[in-house]
């Protein structure tokens, strides 16, 4: 179907409803189509910074798989990974961001699509984890501690103190998670998973690893998971490989952070 020599909106309306049934349809959507979508700075940045359409499927049916009804996906830029998994599995997406010109990006963009997404601005203090019975993360501390070339922009200063806070609150988050709470990370957390959750499935999506975890218990002692690249190692592992002095480890803050429990744990 061709939309030449309509006007831009109409046109990039269009587009979105074309594009929202083929995702409902399950047919092929490529990245390139679905970024047509965004302005130009978001687009030029989405291969870094969004997940790609099939990580964003994937992660839908995995959750869809583990019986999530809400989902929240923690720092979710334009709304790229919501619409997708909104549309895919005909369900209400709920997304959290800070900065205000990516939430209203992100509202255009389900509007446009016809996907049931609710954005949220703000931070993680201002979420109620309870609503919510799967969570979807994408790597969304990293930004705190990046070089410029790893920041989307300036808008926020870099801050290892804002990092180690927030990986805090969502490892309280996954805590207090009733038994049976389902969570997909991909590219890793960034922070400490509780051991009470259990990995149910893992598979690279470009060459990127995505596990769907699943709380299988009660939190019952200190013990916690953190992805380290493509490995998973227990955080006493990872003090232990600190204490004798492994290279990628040694005197590193945030070695320590997270080889350690919440203080009020």
């Not at 869809?64 to 989902?71: H, I, S």
Request: charged share 25%.
């Amino acid at each position: 179907m061709t939309h030449a020599g309509l006007p831009l909106q109409v046109r990039l309306d269009a587009m979105g409803q074309e594009i929202g049934r083929k995702l409902i349809a399950g047919d092929e959507v490529t990245d390139e189509e679905f970024d047509a979508l965004l302005d130009e700075k978001p687009r030029a940045r989405s291969g870094r910074y969004w997940s790609c359409v099939r990580a964003a499927r994937v992660a839908s049916k995995l959750l869809t798989q583990a019986g999530a009804q809400n989902v929240l996906d923690v720092g979710a830029g334009v709304g790229k990974f919501c619409t997708i998994a909104s549309l895919t599995s005909s369900r209400r997406v709920w997304g959290l961001e800070r900065r205000g010109a990516l939430v209203y990006d992100a509202r255009r963009l389900a509007q446009r699509l016809g996907a049931e997404v609710v954005m949220h601005e703000g931070t993680l203090a201002d979420i109620d984890p309870s609503r919510f019975d799967g969570f979807y993360f994408f790597n969304p501390f990293g930004e705190y501690v990046a070089d410029d070339a790893g920041r989307y922009d300036s808008e926020f200063p870099r801050s290892f103190d804002a990092y180690i806070r927030d990986a805090r609150t969502v490892e309280r988050w996954l805590l207090d998670a009733p038994v049976g709470t389902a969570m997909v990370t991909y590219n890793g957390l960034g922070g400490r998973i509780p051991a009470c959750f259990k990995v149910q499935h893992t598979t690279l999506v470009r060459d990127d690893v995505m596990r769907l975890w699943v709380k299988t218990g009660p939190s019952i002692n200190t013990e916690a998971y953190v992805e380290v690249e493509d490995e998973l190692i227990t955080a006493s592992a990872l003090a232990e490989l600190a204490k004798q002095g492994e290279k990628a480890f040694e005197d590193s803050p945030l070695v320590a952070a997270l080889a350690s429990p919440p203080e009020d744990r």
